[in-house]
């Protein structure tokens, strides 16, 4: 009997989706002789019923192209936008679901989708996910697909500014993306050869970091690159930070979560913009100018490398073979050469962090790379 499996892709967009999308896609007609349909912007579109075939014209042609011809977004099934209202639409779409008899429901996304998708599953979807994200926080999985083009862009802007930093005898502060995870600061910081790397998992003393641009010019060298990944912090931040996550994951009252949740959310305020400030503090410590350069969405855009096409192909093949295989509620993950269904509870809800023991983060420590401890 055909078997029909729908795809959707949510939260942010990544190099290598469509590379996804069309290993899933053609190995689930080409090898199994199942259906295929996408459903367009995320859970939104599996709530609207918005759908486009996949057939083989439709998945040609799409394996270098960036961003997802789905479509994304970052509404929640269970917490769905509508009007001015928030609601649970998962009977909706487990309704809509049904309407196209669908065997499987495929969800390429980053950690968000993983717990969005838990929710699918837990209402009688059979779920299958897929790790993408430049921010390389899924947790279980050596590597998300995304995150080696992202690594690749900022490691080519972090060379770009070291001849103007250089030039100018300047400090250049270089945001880069990851959410609360370092590892995008970390991997572009030391294949670009940054003097400082600023991670969320290692508050930093912002007089460590002044002293080691100091020390650089003590020893002639009258520039530094700064790169500070988007969570990064100052230990006085963290002081206040890491105490309100700790009691949140405690507390299980409504009305205290939610005080909780609005104070984290004003320490999300007043963060915006540290790396303005940071730039600013180095410059009063230092005497040297300092410029501030934003990555940004670039490091989401455009062409995902060879890697990200790889990961993404291999994932999302081995991905029509487990819906053949009718084995559900898994996230094909990656572990060394090998693509491994992983139990999707084992997944949603939780962040890969940069371990402070981590391999790399001691070739950094070993090179003389500052790191603000
Ligand atoms: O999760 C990917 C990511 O690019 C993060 O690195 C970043 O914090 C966030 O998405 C930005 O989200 P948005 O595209 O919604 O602004």
Redesign the pocket.
């Given at each position: 009997m055909t078997k029909y499996i729908g795809i959707l892709t949510a939260?942010?967009?990544?190099p290598g989706l469509n590379a996804a999308i069309r290993g899933l896609g053609k190995a689930a007609q080409h090898t199994y002789g199942m259906e295929v349909i996408g459903f367009r912007d995320g859970f939104r579109g599996l709530m609207e019923n918005r759908t486009v075939r996949l057939d083989g014209e439709t998945l040609s042609g799409i394996l270098t192209m960036g961003g997802t011809i789905l479509g994304t977004s970052?509404d929640k099934p269970h917490k769905m936008p509508i009007g001015n209202k928030t609601l649970d639409m998962t009977d909706v779409m487990l309704t809509n679901y049904r309407k196209h008899h669908l065997d499987a429901l495929i969800c390429l996304g980053?950690?968000g989708t993983q717990s969005n998708a838990l929710k699918l599953m837990e209402k009688g979807m059979n779920i299958i996910t897929l790790p993408k994200?430049?921010?390389n926080?899924v947790a279980e999985t050596d590597m998300t697909f995304?995150f080696d083009t992202?690594v690749g862009i900022a490691t080519e802007a972090i060379d770009r500014l070291h001849s103007t930093a250089h030039s100018h005898h300047r400090i250049i502060v270089v945001e880069v993306?990851?959410?609360s995870a370092g590892w995008?600061a970390l991997s572009a910081g030391v294949a670009g050869g940054a003097d400082v790397i600023l991670i969320p998992e290692l508050p930093y003393n912002l007089q460590q970091v002044a002293e080691a641009i100091l020390d650089r010019r003590r020893k002639g060298k009258h520039f530094s690159i700064v790169a500070v990944a988007?969570?990064a912090m100052s230990q006085e931040e963290a002081a206040v930070l890491r105490p309100l996550q700790a009691a949140l994951s405690q507390t299980h009252g409504k009305a205290e979560r939610q005080h909780i949740k609005n104070q984290l959310a004003d320490w999300e305020k007043q963060h915006k913009g540290h790396v303005l400030r940071l730039a600013q503090q180095l410059e009063a410590l230092t005497r040297l100018e300092a410029r501030v350069t934003i990555l940004g969405?670039v490091?989401?855009g455009g062409t995902p490398s060879a890697v990200d096409r790889i990961l993404a192909t291999q994932l999302g093949t081995a991905c029509a073979e487990l819906v053949h295989q009718g084995q559900f509620g898994v996230m094909v993950a990656i572990h060394g050469q090998q693509s491994v269904p992983v139990p999707l509870p084992l997944v949603a809800g939780k962040l890969k962090l940069v371990p402070t023991d981590h391999p790399l983060l001691e070739s950094a420590r070993r090179l003389g790379t500052a790191m603000g401890e």
């Open positions: 939260g942010g967009d990544t970052r980053g950690n994200t430049i921010d926080d995304g992202a993306m990851g959410h995008l988007e969570g969405h490091q989401r």
